[in-house]
């Protein structure tokens, strides 16, 4: 079964510092990955996704994802963090395309000024 | 693009009671929808998975007679707890997957908070 493993329940970094979130799956295959923000009391958008392309990820708001399959990762990162990146993270795994995701426990990120 | 609603986004319903929440995706067809749980400072759990016309898939562990779910049409499914009780309150989330183009990645709705008094 496919799990994923979120380093960190809580990250905490200063306003400009680089932001790094951490992931690993377990999965005998190369799935399809995801990394989710939640704000408090919303649902969840998608950040970026891994889908086999490109192991390097861009996604919005400045965040960025590398796939490493020696290393089954899928960490994210951000250069400089902002207040408003203030919130809870998730990373998710999917065997394939339009299958049920497997979450990870979260990481809520706080970003002090 | 790709917008999912929820309705109603809160509800505080009396122990016994059934609750209806709607899922719809606004500007795209849904081939499948997904109903997730979430308790607090926890992770989302999917209960069922919901594909247009046909019956729902639940995960091991979810009460199919208790979490109905009905996918009538490309653009709604509703998530019916029957009965509720105070352990049923949580956050109730939905996703959706479309047609061609949007076929890898599930898009969410805000979220329904139930709260069983």
């Known amino acids: 079964a496919q799990s994923v493993t979120q380093l960190g329940s809580h990250v905490s970094v200063s306003e400009g510092a680089l932001v790094l979130l951490r992931c690993n799956y377990s999965?005998?295959?190369?799935?399809?990955l995801f990394w989710y923000v939640q704000y408090p009391n919303q649902g969840l958008q998608l950040l970026l996704k891994?889908?086999?392309?490109?192991?390097l990820v861009k996604g919005i708001n400045g965040f960025e994802a590398e796939f490493k399959k020696s290393e089954t990762s899928f960490h994210l990162t951000k250069p400089s963090a902002h207040m408003s990146d203030a919130a809870e993270y998730f990373c998710?795994?999917?065997?394939?395309?339009?299958?049920?995701?497997?979450f990870g426990a979260g990481t809520i990120l706080r970003v002090k000024s | 693009g790709a917008v999912v609603s929820q309705h109603p986004s809160r509800v505080i319903c009396k122990s016994g009671t059934s609750v209806k929440i709607e899922c719809r995706s606004l500007?795209?067809?849904?081939?499948?929808m997904f109903w997730y749980r979430q308790f607090p400072k926890q992770s989302l759990m999917l209960m069922a998975t919901s594909n247009e016309g046909s019956k729902a898939t639940y995960e091991q562990g979810v009460e199919k007679d208790k979490f109905l779910i009905n996918h009538a049409s490309l653009t709604l499914s509703t998530l019916t707890v029957t009965s509720a009780h105070p352990e049923d309150s949580s956050f109730y989330i939905c996703s959706a997957i479309g047609l061609a183009g949007l076929t890898d990645t599930q898009y969410f709705g805000p979220g329904t908070r139930l709260t069983v008094l």
């Open positions: 998710a795994v999917s065997m394939e395309y339009g299958n049920k995701l497997v």
């Open positions: 999965s005998s295959v190369p799935p399809y």
């Open positions: 891994y889908t086999s392309a490109a192991t």
């Open positions: 500007d795209f067809q849904a081939t499948t």
